[in-house]
């Protein structure tokens, strides 16, 4: 019998696992992840650094994952526009081995107690006044965390509802280029019709670039890789510091905006990270995020806080983001 059983073993998961087991739970983490399985969302914001060194988690930062000197941003005609993560106040950014990062974190909880369980999670039912979970085998425990991303797997099964901002789909592909892309800053380009591109250099020095588009536009890109190519050999900015390759395999399309889930809470359970309330891949928040609910649900910050720092955040997110989609639909 588990006090607590985590669904997903991410960031926030592996985060929550930690802090419950710190404080003396007897904790699971039920996740069919696979070490070093490619999964985007690569950059950690400044700021999110500092919420490792809360953990004392700060050793995790280091190689293989490398420094982001900052961003370089083509909005609209009125040209490149840099910025410095040197001079945050938050500190620096960093570009994460994600595989390795994350697999790192779930290492941590297990240190502290936490149990790991490779499996997917087939079903789940009330038992007594806790839960039943199959997963494998079956597990039960006193609470669950929803810890599941975008896809809100559990808080959707017991009636949530996950609302999202807009219908945007990113189509990314990674590949090892002939020459070094340019620049180690990440770069971001608004396009046509309001799409975007992003694109970056992992620490291995691999690039990797996506597409960020309205879901039925994607797949027709989908279904014409070359259509993604020629659409990154047109940018401005991005093609100026690396070389679309002649042929491309797109990674699966990903969910690419913002959406929030309600009720994140019920009777015995808890969402957190993505699956309570997710970011739009450009804004850099997911992965900061992610580490600082799964810190507020398990340090004791009252639920009715944890609601209104959610709203705080989201309220900023969107102020941020919506601003920038506008420029791109003009």
């Not at 083509?74 to 500190?91: E, I, K």
């Not at 149990?115 to 789940?124: G, I, N, Q």
């Not at 401005?236 to 309600?262: M, V």
Request: aromatic content about 6%; glycine content about 10%.
């Amino acid at each position: 019998m588990f006090d607590t059983a985590i669904l997903g073993a991410g960031p926030a998961g592996a985060v929550a696992a930690l802090g419950l087991a710190r404080a003396g739970q007897r904790v699971v983490m039920i996740d069919d992840v696979e070490d070093g399985a490619v999964k985007l969302g690569e950059t950690l914001a400044p700021g999110g650094a500092r919420v490792l060194h809360q953990l004392d988690l700060g050793r995790l930062l280091g190689p293989p994952h490398t420094t982001v000197p900052g961003q370089l941003s083509l909005w609209d005609d009125r040209g490149v526009v840099p910025t410095d993560f040197f001079a945050s106040p938050h500190g620096r950014a960093w570009r994460l081995d994600r595989s390795r990062f994350d697999a790192d974190l779930r290492a941590a909880a297990r240190a502290a107690g936490a149990v790991m369980v490779r499996a997917r999670t087939m079903e789940v039912s009330r038992r007594g006044a806790g839960w039943q979970v199959t997963a494998g085998e079956t597990l039960e425990a006193g609470h669950l965390i929803d810890a599941t991303g975008r896809r809100a797997w559990l808080a959707r099964r017991l009636g949530a509802r996950v609302v999202r901002d807009d219908d945007q789909v990113a189509l990314y592909a990674r590949w090892s280029p002939d020459t070094a892309m340019t620049t180690t800053r990440t770069l971001v380009e608004r396009v046509a019709d309001g799409c975007w591109w992003y694109a970056a250099r992992l620490p291995d020095g691999d690039v990797i670039a996506g597409l960020h588009l309205p879901a039925k536009a994607a797949a027709t890109v989908w279904r014409a890789p070359h259509q993604w190519s020629a659409k990154l050999a047109a940018t401005s900015l991005i093609a100026r510091h690396l070389t679309p390759p002649d042929t491309i395999t797109l990674l699966p399309p990903h969910s690419a905006t913002g959406s929030i889930t309600s009720p994140t809470e019920g009777d015995g359970w808890h969402a957190i990270g993505d699956a309570a309330m997710a970011y739009d891949p450009l804004s850099g928040f997911g992965i900061h995020a992610a580490l600082q609910d799964a810190v507020w649900l398990t340090d004791g910050t009252p639920s009715v806080e944890r609601a209104r720092r959610r709203a705080a955040i989201r309220l900023a997110y969107l102020r941020q983001m919506r601003p920038n989609y506008a420029l791109g639909a003009r």
